[in-house]
């Protein structure tokens, strides 16, 4: 199994700035695909980014372009999304998600993972 810890969540006013960390189990953390998902009360998940094991190529949902940056640290097991210029509407919880599969650009944003964390909250104030 395959167990994902999301810490870094909290209060930040409109323009700060998070860095979320998700800690993954497992000897194989390289080989996994991770992404970032999140959720507002009343609204579906949704897609925030993603980062793939065997290219490295990095995907963004279009509302957090510029403002988010997924990245990993193979040696420490880890995924960071750290996120800047926060707005209220990123206001959320935030979900680490690992797969073994092969990214796709439409696989990560349709949300094919079979692990997933606990959740970490954001709020953002204005």
């Known amino acids: 199994q395959v167990q994902l810890v999301e810490s870094g969540g909290g209060l930040v006013q409109a323009g700060g700035s998070l860095r979320l960390s998700c800690a993954a189990s497992?000897?194989?953390?390289?080989?996994?695909?991770m992404g970032w998902f999140r959720r507002a009360p009343g609204k579906e998940r949704e897609f925030v980014a993603a980062?793939?094991?065997?290219?490295?190529?990095?995907y963004y949902q279009d509302s957090v372009k510029g403002r988010f940056t997924i990245s990993r640290d193979n040696a420490k097991n880890t995924v960071y999304l750290q996120m800047d210029s926060l707005k209220p509407e990123d206001t959320a919880v935030y979900y680490c998600?690992?797969?073994?599969?092969?990214?796709?650009?439409?696989?990560?944003?349709?949300?094919?993972?079979?692990?997933w964390g606990q959740g970490t909250q954001v709020t953002v104030s204005s």
């Open positions: 998600a690992a797969d073994r599969r092969l990214a796709t650009a439409l696989s990560v944003r349709r949300g094919d993972f079979g692990f």
């Open positions: 980062i793939a094991w065997n290219s490295g190529i990095a």
């Open positions: 497992g000897p194989t953390f390289s080989r996994y695909t």
